[in-house]
């Protein structure tokens, strides 16, 4: 069963859409960004195949301001983690289905071309960008080139691109490790040309 038909079943419980609501205002006030939401994701699907895992993994989302101690369990509860991962899935189809989540006032960017964009050239720098440390931005001449004239393209190749490094790289990250077999940007750009 894939995501959508998890989140499909569940959004027959009324209770659903408003837990949905409350975790993206608490997502949003805590100011969780779509990689942060999907390193949450990949963090609690692990967890849920390595339930020893659980204690070190609440201490340390504790410990980086992910979640305050009542937030979560102290004992691993599969119910629990199962219904956040759930409405995760459902935050994060959302944002795939609009560009943006919605509900209350949630609204992340996810990347790639922004709909506020229209009618500003690649060049104009008409858009405010607030970034996290370690965010990087890629200028649209350089976007254009990967896709070959076409910003749209290249912006698909830098998505595709994210997804295989988070693919490859997604086990370790979620055990709070980097593992040490990195490729090149270079290289996760030529398994996806």
């Known amino acids: 069963m894939d995501h959508s038909q998890v989140v499909e079943l569940a959004s ?4 659903f859409a408003p837990r949905v609501e409350a975790l993206q205002q608490v997502l949003q006030a805590r100011g969780v960004t779509p990689d942060i939401l999907d390193q949450i994701e990949h963090t609690l699907e692990y967890v ?3 339930p020893e895992k ?6 340390d989302a504790i410990a980086r301001g992910f979640i ?3 937030d979560a369990p102290e004992q691993f509860d599969p119910q629990f983690i199962t ?9 994060d189809e959302m944002s795939q289905e609009q560009g943006f ?20 050239t690649g060049r104009s720098d008409d ?3 607030r970034l996290s440390d370690g965010e990087y931005v890629i200028d649209a ?11 749209d393209a290249g912006a698909r190749k830098l998505d595709q691109m994210r997804a295989e490094i988070r693919r490859h790289k997604g086990g370790a990250l979620a055990q709070g490790e980097i593992s040490p077999d990195a490729l090149s940007p270079l290289e996760y750009i030529k398994e996806i040309a």
């Open 12 to 15: 027959r419980d009324p209770q």
């Open 48 to 50: 849920l195949e390595n």
């Open 54 to 59: 659980y204690s070190q993994v609440r201490a």
């Open 68 to 70: 305050d101690e009542e």
């Open 83 to 91: 219904a956040i991962l759930i409405a995760l899935y459902a935050i």
């Open 101 to 120: 989540c919605s509900g209350g006032q949630v609204k992340y960017a996810e990347g790639g071309l922004s709909a506020m964009a229209e009618g500003v």
């Open 127 to 129: 858009i405010d960008a």
């Open 141 to 151: 001449e350089t976007v254009a080139l990967l896709g070959d004239g076409s910003t």
